[in-house]
């Protein structure tokens, strides 16, 4: 079946740092999420983003964030420089269309740890 | 997005079917349920949608109430693998490519 994959699974990063997550959604998918979820805490919502421009972001999305589908293939996350509260897991997800009837499909995930 | 309720947690015997509910009273006529769950350290794995009608998957059974004001997830025969966090979430039926609200969902302890 196939499966939305990230890398790395585990980024350890000096605060001040710029980190690029990296994702490779679903191959037919259209539509590219980023989620963060902080330890013990909700997943939340970053941003979605279709056809080269982002469609939706939420107040965590600030500028220090931007997004970008580089090739083909790859989805991904920039954090421009890191602050000690981005430390959280970060998921990539893929929806073969939009609208409410388009399960999401999540990877499992890049821990990010910032020093 | 609309607001859903779920019980914090839930145990259930191995083998056995374990039903998880979920109250979503302010959903809107075009908005669907969906469930997602979350094993220990991966990401939200995609269990099953629906909108009115009942459906069913290999994975899980979903059953609406015709009022769709609440929904019960069903694991016909539970295994130690299906210990996780259930979450029950309703998309917004908007077109921009809606994004999914988690919230703090159910967490299913199957026991041997």
């Known amino acids: 079946e196939p499966e939305v994959t990230q890398t790395p699974s585990h980024q350890v990063t000096q605060m001040g740092q710029e980190v690029i997550l990296r994702c490779v959604p679903i191959?037919?998918?259209?539509?590219f999420y980023w989620y963060r979820q902080i330890l013990g805490q909700k997943v939340e919502f970053l941003v979605s983003?279709?056809?080269?421009?982002?469609?939706?972001k939420s107040e965590i999305f600030d500028d220090q964030f931007s997004v970008e589908r580089p090739d083909g293939s790859n989805f991904t996350l920039k954090i421009r420089s890191t602050k000690l509260e981005d430390s959280a897991m970060y998921f990539c997800?893929?929806?073969?269309?939009?609208?409410?009837?388009?399960?999401?499909?999540f990877g499992d995930g890049t821990r990010l740890s910032i020093l | 997005d609309a607001k859903t309720t779920q019980p914090t947690s839930m145990d259930c015997a191995e083998g056995r079917a374990a039903n998880l509910p979920c109250n979503h009273s302010?959903?809107?006529?075009?908005?669907?349920v969906y469930w997602y769950r979350q094993i220990h350290s991966q990401g939200p794995q995609y269990i099953i949608h629906?909108?009115?009608n009942n459906e069913t998957n290999e994975m899980a059974s979903l059953i609406i109430t015709e009022d769709r004001k609440s929904s019960t997830l069903i694991l016909p025969h539970a295994t130690l693998r299906d210990t996780a966090v259930y979450y029950c979430?309703?998309?917004?039926?908007?077109?921009?490519?809606?994004?999914?609200?988690f919230g703090d969902g159910t967490t299913l302890t199957v026991k041997p």
């Open positions: 979430i309703v998309r917004a039926s908007n077109t921009n490519a809606g994004k999914s609200t």
């Open positions: 302010t959903i809107s006529g075009n908005e669907y």
């Open positions: 191959s037919n998918h259209l539509y």
């Open positions: 997800a893929s929806s073969a269309g939009r609208g409410s009837n388009q399960p999401q499909h």
């Open positions: 983003f279709y056809n080269n421009e982002i469609s939706e």
């Open positions: 629906g909108l009115k």
